[in-house]
Structure formats: C-alpha cells, structure tokens
C-alpha cells in the first residue's frame, strides 16, 4: 500500500515540474530568437505593382524601399545590409525616415548610405525618431551626404527622357507634413511617388493624386502577434497600415517593416525587410 500511494502522490508532481522546465526553455530559446537572431535576419522582398498611367519609358523602373534603419553600430547585418542593396542594383533608392538609434551614429549612418548604390540616385525623408534625436547639425550633416532629404519638398528626375517626381513629406507623426508644400509645382499628369515616414498619409495622398506612396514607421509591429499587433499599430501607429501592399483608389501603397529596431532590440514573426518595387505599365 505505502509503494502504490508513493507512486500516485509523485507522478502529478513530476509531471508539473517537467511542464515548467519545458515552458522555461521555450521561453528561453524564443527570447534568443527574438534578440539575437530575428533582428539580424535581413529579408528581401520582390513586388511589382501595375500603372496604368505609367510612361513607357519608365516601365521596369526599380525603387529599392528601406525604412527605419535605427542605427546603432555598422556591425554583420550593416554589411550585409550594403552588399544586399547593391547586388539588387536598383535604380532608385530610398529611405523612409529614422536613421539612427544615437546621435553618435550619424558619420556612420552617412558612410554606410554612401557606400549604397543606385543608378539615378538616393532620396530620403525625416522620421519622429530623427527629429527627436538629432540636432541641426547632424541633420545638416545627412541632408549633405549622398542621400537627398525632401523636407516638404520635391525633385523630378529624367529618366529615359522621361520625368517623374520624387516628392518628400517631414514627418508626419510629429506634425511636421505639409503635401501641398511639398508637390509645388509638379504636373498633375506626371508620375509622382510619395516618401512619408508615416503611412498615415495616405488618405491624403491619394486625394492629391499620387500614384505611389513608400512609407515605415510601424516596424511590422516589430513583434508579430496577429490581431493584437493590428489593434496596437491602428491605435498607435500609421492607421492600421502595419505591413506589406496596400491601395486606395488608384493609389498604391507600400509599408516596410524597416531594418531596426526600437524601444527594446527585438523583433518576431517580423524580420527585418528590404523592399525592392519593379513599377510596370498595365497593359489595356
Ligand atoms: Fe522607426
């Protein structure tokens, strides 16, 4: 009877335990995950997106996209990062905003930007994060490096004999858009791609017309829970747009889940991501 009772009394007990050592090692292992491998797990993603208003000559342009670089040391991924972007060789590069995580990264930030290569150039916005970051110098000092910053406003650039607009709003989030401003003087008929920091903007955007809008701000939600990361991100962030393609009308737009991080150096289901759009003319 004692050994039948010691036996009942120890299994339920043993069988808690094991259940908490196997929780604490997922745990663990999903912690390790999230912080040292996800964030360094650069992705690429391909989309082509179809125009019925698009030029001929500008058909088969290439824009690579990178959003929230957050900055922190030019460490593997950086380099990775460099050589990635310019194996794509794209035409046109952009950079939608928070470039670095500290102050003390900016000649980094400008040295690594300089070493990325795009046939017509590089074109960059102001994010919150930059804004509450950097000081005039600093942003002096990027605005003059390789990248041109739009700041409310716009830059056409011929491409085949053909122009399109490239057009830069300051960040939304802190107030600092002004679209009208920033599309003085670009042709209602022209190709006209929007930069915004936040895609909050879109609304606006394709009211104005604008027939591409390139956008980060919500990292993906940076942790991806489904649901839960759309509730946070709509309440919190850029309207609900978190992630990937998007369209309003005849206005398309594209959310990065950016290179960085913030606030904790985390991320899950949600991988770093370079964005490379091919624009084609739809055929009618
Ligand atoms: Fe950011």
Redesign the pocket.
């Known amino acids: 009877m004692e050994n039948v009772s010691s036996v009942t009394m120890k299994l339920p007990g043993s069988g808690n335990k094991m259940l908490k050592v196997l929780l604490i090692c997922i745990i663990g292992l999903f912690l390790i995950y999230s912080f040292y491998i996800e964030p360094n797990r650069l992705t690429v993603t391909h989309i082509t997106i179809k125009f019925e208003n698009l030029n001929e000559n500008l058909n088969g342009l290439t824009v690579l996209h990178l959003?929230?670089l957050?900055l922190n040391k030019i460490g593997k991924k950086e380099k990775k990062l460099i050589e990635t972007v310019n194996q794509l060789n794209p035409d046109i590069l952009v950079i939608t905003?928070?470039f670095v995580n500290k102050r003390e990264m900016v000649d980094d930030c400008i040295q690594m930007i300089n070493k990325f290569r795009a046939k017509y150039g590089k074109w960059g916005v102001w994010?919150?994060?930059d804004h509450c970051m950097l000081n005039q110098k600093d942003k002096k000092k990027l605005a003059e490096s390789e990248i041109v910053i739009l700041g409310n406003e716009n830059q056409s650039i011929a491409i085949n004999q053909q122009n399109m607009w490239i057009i830069g709003v300051d960040d939304p989030v802190g107030g600092h858009d002004n679209l009208s401003r920033a599309m003085g003087g670009v042709p209602e008929e022209g190709f006209k791609l929007l930069l915004s920091?936040s895609p909050a903007i879109i609304e606006e955007a394709h009211r104005a017309g604008i027939e591409l809008v390139l956008a980060?701000?919500?990292?993906g939600g940076q942790v991806y829970i489904p649901l839960i990361s759309h509730l946070i991100v709509r309440l919190l962030r850029g309207k609900g747009y978190i992630a990937g393609l998007y369209s309003v009308g005849q206005t398309y737009l594209y959310v990065s889940r950016?290179i960085?991080t913030?606030i904790l150096p985390l991320r899950a289901f949600c991988p770093p991501e370079i964005t490379l759009i091919k624009l084609e003319k739809e055929k009618t």
């Open positions: 959003s929230d957050h905003g928070d994010g919150n994060n920091h980060g701000h919500t990292h950016g960085g913030s």
